[in-house]
């Protein structure tokens, strides 16, 4: 039982390239999200996904894609981008609506120059 | 506008001794409060939650206390260990029936216990 899981660990990328951030959980979790914490700052929502089949914006949107492939997996993309999303994304999970507490992956720290 | 103020960045407490970290939030739909702890280079983990039903919810060396009407939580760790060292984070959801729309995260505390 691996937990959340995040590819790749590190990622440098240059201004404009695109990426996708994978995330998958092997605890049959309904519920996935996409954080990403900058320095001095608390981790800030980008996308969710409530359950397989729907995603919705958090309180950072902009600029990002995601995808909920499945039930175990939600892949987060970026088009384009920008040295502004420099960051540390942590991808998250709870088992069902009515859980508040999130299990977290150890999370892809992204440079783009 | 920051909605779960965490005002200490820092908190330095000797071995053996009470560590106390602070939250504050403003928006007063939030009825759920969690506690993360976070090491360098790894993700958050759960470590102490209470709904706003209650004032108080031990687990431990933890304590978390909620003071509604003043819009404040704080987190207890006694006695103090050297393996407390990290950042903590408090958090919020605002929805009944569970979090499925996110977490709201305060900037964290980062405690040192010193020997």
């Known amino acids: 039982n691996a937990g959340v899981t995040q590819t790749p660990k590190f990622q440098v990328l240059k201004t404009g390239q695109s990426m996708t951030l994978q995330c998958a959980q092997d605890m049959n979790h309904n519920s996935m999200y996409w954080y990403r914490q900058d320095p001095g700052m608390g981790l800030r929502l980008i996308y969710y996904s409530a359950s397989e089949g729907t995603t919705d914006k958090g309180e950072v949107p902009n600029g990002y894609n995601v995808s909920r492939l499945n039930k175990r997996e939600f892949s987060l993309r970026l088009e384009s981008a920008a040295p502004s999303q420099t960051s540390v994304y942590f991808c998250?999970?709870?088992?069902?609506?009515?859980?508040?507490?999130?299990?977290f992956g150890p999370g892809t720290r992204l440079t783009v120059t | 506008d920051q909605q779960v103020k965490q005002n200490s960045p820092s908190l330095s407490v000797q071995e053996g001794r009470i560590s106390i970290l602070n939250c504050d939030y403003t928006?007063?739909?939030?009825?759920?409060f969690l506690w993360y702890k976070k090491y360098p280079a790894e993700g958050p983990t759960f470590l102490i939650s209470?709904?706003?039903?209650?004032d108080k919810n031990e687990d431990g060396r933890f304590t978390v206390f909620l003071n509604k009407s003043a819009k404040h939580l704080s987190l207890h760790i006694v006695p103090s260990q050297p393996g407390d060292s990290a950042v903590y984070f408090c958090a919020a959801s605002g929805y009944s029936g569970g979090g499925a729309d996110g977490l709201t995260f305060g900037k964290g505390t980062h405690l040192i216990i010193q020997p």
């Open positions: 209470i709904s706003s039903i209650k």
């Open positions: 928006n007063s739909m939030f009825d759920y």
């Open positions: 998250a999970s709870v088992p069902g609506l009515t859980a508040y507490e999130q299990y």
